[in-house]
């Protein structure tokens, strides 16, 4: 597993130019139309409020937050996207600070504070995880008590590293008509497999793919509760960036999800 753990990382700091080129400022189609929407309702960040960005990447959720107001304490464990999350937060530097940080080493969660945060987010992240136990473990020590994690995910059971595009023409009560789908060959167990989120990125990164129902026992063992959940896909006149790439054409078919998952609390 820490085998693992640093061929990701070096391959997220090989690919960290690509990507924060792909992101900018104002992030891609999953981020603006199926996740922020989402994780902003999820976590109603107020003025002072102190949230922790998980896997924050080029700081695009970071910078969201802190422009609402909020004072935001961001990581991820790959130097270069840090770098390029810095340069990117100039006019919002006195709310936000940044660190080069694991989330899969629990000593190092630790040392972010304890008790010290209204909320957390990870956004797009935790299937690039080797392991996710350490986070979910340490997020209770880390939340205020009824704290709140917000998270997004590609939908593990129709967005996992195993999916097909296809597209048919099939016969429909006497109509020709054109159908896209989605073929899936793995869920069930967890496996974890390289792939290219970006075509043009130079090194492949490593898809670390779970059954949702992983995600939620996670939570519930580390004692939280489910109190949010959206399944999201693009609107039918959402565009295609490639001819099977995710947009409209696949209206019905949920590429994300986003949830919330709340500390129980003890009063």
């Known amino acids: 597993m820490k085998n693992l753990n640093k061929i990701a990382q070096d391959a997220w700091d090989a690919n960290a130019q690509v990507w924060d080129s792909k992101m900018g400022d104002e992030g891609n189609d999953f981020f603006n139309i199926l996740c922020w929407p989402v994780l902003a309702s ?19 959720t970071t910078r969201r937050l802190a422009s609402l107001g909020a004072t935001v304490t ?20 006195s709310r936000i600070t940044y660190h080069v940080l694991d989330a899969t080493n629990e000593s190092q969660l630790l040392s972010l504070g304890e008790a010290k945060y209204d909320s957390a987010l990870s956004n797009m992240a935790l299937f690039d ?17 009824g704290g709140t994690f917000a998270f997004s995910i590609t939908h593990p059971c129709f967005n996992n590293a195993s999916c097909a ?7 429909n009560n006497g109509e020709i008509k054109t159908q896209y789908a989605v073929k899936i060959s793995r869920y069930m167990n967890a496996y974890h497999q390289f792939g290219l989120g970006l075509r043009n990125q130079p090194k492949p990164q490593v898809y670390f793919e779970r059954p949702l129902q992983y995600y939620l026992n ?27 790439g995710w947009g409209g054409k696949f209206s019905e078919i949920p590429a994300a999800v986003v949830a919330r998952v709340r500390l129980i609390s003890n009063d």
């Open 129 to 145: 995880m080797a392991d996710i136990e350490p986070l979910f473990k340490t997020l209770p020590k880390l939340l205020k008590p």
């Open 42 to 60: 999820l976590l109603d960040p107020k003025p002072g409020s102190h949230i922790l960005d998980v896997a924050c990447g080029n700081g695009l």
């Open 218 to 244: 996670l939570a519930f063992q580390n004692g939280f509760v489910l109190d949010g959940f959206e399944e999201r896909a693009f609107p039918p006149d959402a565009p295609q960036t490639t001819p099977l």
């Open 165 to 171: 595009h296809v597209v048919e023409e099939i016969d």
């Open 74 to 93: 961001a990581f991820d464990f790959s130097p270069n996207l840090i770098e390029y999350a810095k340069k990117r937060t100039a006019a919002l530097s």
